[in-house]
């Protein structure tokens, strides 16, 4: 089974406040938030992923609202 770490881009967002629901689905889904940042000017926020299960991650949050907002 391959972890999964990675740098999740998302759209729509202007402030750390916009990054919670996708920490909150990032988190519902088996993965941890280890460093996210926002550039606000261009509206696009930064995730950094790290799950025990690449499959499992994936399968899980195709299935939330935040999964509509990676670029």
Same mark, same amino acid.
Do not use: R
């Given at each position: 089974?391959?972890?999964?770490?990675?740098?999740?881009?998302?759209?729509?967002?202007?402030?750390?406040g916009d990054l919670?629901?996708?920490?909150?689905?990032?988190?519902? @889904?088996?993965?941890?938030? @280890?460093?996210?940042?926002?550039?606000?000017?261009?509206?696009?926020?930064?995730?950094?992923?790290?799950?025990?299960?690449e499959v499992d991650?994936?399968?899980?949050?195709?299935?939330?609202? @935040?999964?509509?907002?990676?670029?």
């Amino acid at each position: 089974m391959a972890k999964l770490c990675t740098v999740l881009v998302f759209g729509e967002c202007e402030h750390d406040g916009d990054l919670e629901q996708y920490v909150s689905d990032i988190n519902k @889904s088996g993965g941890n938030c @280890s460093s996210m940042s926002v550039n606000a000017d261009e509206e696009v926020g930064f995730i950094t992923v790290d799950a025990p299960s690449e499959v499992d991650f994936w399968m899980e949050f195709k299935k939330t609202t @935040s999964y509509g907002f990676l670029e």
